[in-house]
């Protein structure tokens, strides 16, 4: 019996409880979009540290399990996955006794910037303490840096306002995948294991699925309670649940449009609008590497005429940031699993 299915079956009813009426062939379809596909990856908390680790550059099982302190059975389970879904590749490195170690691939690596993305979004909004938990160095360089979503073309900062839309090759809808996405661990407080993050903190604001579903919405130009139930088929105790909370996170704004009835609008805030960082990011990883190349959405950027590719650069140089060039340094003090713990250490590496 496979893991999933394990897990499906314990969330059954118990005996004598009613039968579940089955469910009919799913009907529902979304939007064709990178983004969800990738937050579909990161939004999973244990599989999200265990990346994060990687770019902390573990690589072995136990390395893994002692900076998470993660259930060897779910670390198992996740090593699997990641490695199916193409981040990871299983190395052997021992013969006798048999071993294996977890490297990051092409892909993997590639996602890094992704993670700087979000990373400069927790260090903006969500950093608890004066400063953050880790400071970047490009080496390229030489400068501390802020991870920037840039237009590839012009390398100056795209926002939500300076980036217009058209349909790209892989356009259309898709049924929503449910059964796939729900299976993460639903316990957000995952999140603040093994050390400080401001990936964390800031997947903890978007990684729940319908959470990211209302904000994406939300860039798509889409405010109004009802039009937001439609376009995502989401229950309405759900939907206002979701909406109260990123109205308390301060991502949205709620606005009243009109008295009888009384109606309200979301307008993103300030902070909200620069969600619109990582998830560029995100759809560019996305189209990369889940979307054969096919990407839904065509991004042009207003200020430069071109259509563009979002690039994670160094607010210094402006160069992209890639894991290679990075090193950093530690504003807390490590847990000590057996990794060199000097600061300046590159993050992550060797290319598949
Ligand atoms: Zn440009
Ligand atoms: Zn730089």
Redesign the pocket.
């Known amino acids: 019996m496979s893991q999933a299915t394990s897990l499906r079956r314990q969330t059954r009813a118990p005996r004598g409880a009613k039968p579940r009426r089955p469910r009919p062939a799913r009907l529902l379809h979304e939007r064709n979009c990178s983004v969800a596909r990738t937050v579909a990856i990161l939004s999973d908390s244990w599989a999200f540290l265990v990346l994060r680790e990687s770019y902390f550059a573990a690589t072995r099982f136990e390395t893994f399990q002692s900076a998470l302190g993660i259930p060897r059975q779910t670390l198992t389970q996740r090593l699997r996955e990641l490695t199916a879904q193409g981040l990871l590749r299983r190395v052997q490195y021992s013969e006798r006794p048999k071993r294996s170690e977890y490297r990051l691939t092409a892909m993997g690596i590639d996602l890094y910037p992704v993670m700087l993305a979000l990373l400069a979004f927790g260090d903006k909004w969500l950093c608890r303490s004066e400063k953050p938990p880790i400071y970047l160095v490009h080496n390229v360089c030489g400068a501390v840096c802020r991870p920037m979503a840039a ?1 590839s ?4 900062e ?1 926002n939500a306002r300076s980036v217009t839309y058209g349909d790209g090759p892989g356009a259309g809808v898709s049924p929503i995948l449910d059964a796939k996405r729900n299976r993460r661990s639903s316990d957000p407080a995952v999140l603040d294991r093994g050390r400080p993050s401001s990936v964390a903190q800031t997947l903890k604001v978007i990684g729940d699925r319908w959470s990211f579903m209302v904000i994406r919405e939300a860039f798509f130009g889409v405010r109004q309670f009802d039009e937001l139930q439609s376009k995502l088929g989401i229950a309405s105790n759900i939907l206002t649940d979701r909406l109260n909370r990123l109205v308390a996170e301060g991502i949205f704004d709620r606005r009243k449009y009109q008295d009888l009835p009384e109606r309200f609008e979301y307008r993103l805030t300030e902070k909200g609008r620069d969600l619109y960082g990582p998830l560029i990011a995100m759809l560019r990883w996305g189209d990369r590497w889940l979307s054969r190349d096919e990407p839904p959405l065509i991004l042009t ?1 207003r ?2 005429g ?1 259509d ?1 590719e979002p690039t994670v650069v160094c607010d210094h140089c402006r160069k992209p940031l890639q894991a290679s060039d990075m090193s950093y340094r530690l504003n807390y003090r490590p847990k000590n699993d057996g990794r060199p713990a000097k600061a300046g250490r590159p993050i992550a590496f060797e290319q598949a």
């Open positions: 237009c073309n012009c390398k100056e795209v950027h200020d430069c071109a563009f």
